[in-house]
């Protein structure tokens, strides 16, 4: 190179690769580093678990809603939608859907708002909260069809408690579990009852979770305890309450114990007949498996649906 010839620096041509796959490669090297390798391996049991006794039988349901097959049947026949053709033709399906989305939008929110002020209420220095909380987490601890079959008995019009109560005060006792108005309310109280101390328990540590100098600082600057709750409980709340908001949601659509044990197979009038006791009056009583399936894919549709709703819109909100 001459001293009159200006240097030129030479300088790499622009990656012609798409972005895309510079981070699939970096999220390949991250899955490759000794770490990550090891967190898999501890993850592989639990796989393999999720594998054999929730995906696999996911699977089999879509297959088996697009054949005819009970037990016993020799051959296998595909039938395509058919089953599905003749579900959203069933009256008794559309009944159970019903009775579903009622329990649902009654127990969610109830549920969730009594669970929060049970969790306020033992988040503060009172006596005796430690035996409070236990006593509200108790019901939790003991079996859906136990509990279903304590309070048939409590809401006998015979031999009950709930009838002698009645009579003591001169009220009239109701059969509240065979009249088909009051059924599905006597399920509904029976599972805001045993579910309250479940969601006060993670409310209750989403609560201990939130730093007291946010508190402090609140205060400092005037605001009452409304003020507090809205601009500092509840924001930092938000993640516990996604959560436990979208269990209650899935728990809710699986209703089968106390309907099932509390009422005469799906109450008096299919009253109280949700969409698992339906599913199994028809695969397990009548063995048509595929009908079955067909009716659970639809629930497993309808509960994925409203997860990703409900994940979606809060997210958003957190973002504006």
Do not use: H
């Not at 908001?245 to 209703?255: C, E, H, K, P, Y």
């Not at 595929?290 to 994925?304: C, D, E, R, W």
């Amino acid at each position: 190179m001459t001293s009159g010839q200006q240097a030129t620096t030479l300088r790499p041509l622009p990656d012609a690769t798409p972005q895309t796959s510079s981070r699939f490669g970096d999220l390949w090297r991250e899955m490759n580093r000794p770490q990550a390798r090891a967190g898999y391996l501890f993850l592989l049991p639990s796989l393999i678990v999720l594998a054999i006794f929730v995906f696999w039988p996911i699977i089999q349901s879509f297959i088996l809603s697009l054949q005819n097959w009970t037990f016993g049947a020799k051959e296998v026949e595909w039938i395509g939608l058919a089953n599905f053709e003749r579900m959203f033709a069933d009256p008794r399906m559309w009944g159970a859907l019903k009775n579903t989305l009622y329990y649902a939008a009654i127990v969610v929110p109830v549920g969730l708002l009594i669970s929060l002020l049970l969790a306020l209420g033992l988040n503060e220095r009172i006596p005796g909260r430690t035996v409070l909380r236990a006593a509200y987490f108790l019901p939790v601890i003991a079996s859906f069809a136990i509990v279903a079959i304590v309070w048939k008995f409590l809401l006998n019009p015979d031999i009950g408690q709930f009838a002698w109560w009645f009579k003591q005060i001169g009220v009239p006792t109701r059969d509240w579990l065979r009249d088909a108005r009051y059924a599905m309310s006597a399920v509904i109280m029976v599972s805001i009852w045993k579910n309250i101390g479940f969601n006060m328990v993670i409310l209750l540590a989403g609560l201990q979770g939130i730093p007291d100098v946010y508190y402090e600082a609140a205060k400092v600057d005037g605001a009452n305890r409304w003020q507090r709750f809205r601009y500092v409980t509840m924001p930092m709340l938000k993640s516990t309450w996604i959560f436990v908001l979208v269990i209650s949601v899935i728990a809710s659509f699986q209703v089968f114990d106390q309907a099932w044990v509390m009422t005469p197979r799906g109450g008096p009038l299919f009253s109280t007949e949700t969409m698992v006791t339906y599913v199994y009056y028809q695969g397990i009583e009548l063995l048509d498996i595929s009908y079955a399936s067909t009716i659970g894919v639809l629930l497993f549709v309808i509960v994925f649906v409203l997860t990703l709703i409900q994940l979606r819109v809060l997210r958003f909100r957190d973002t504006q």
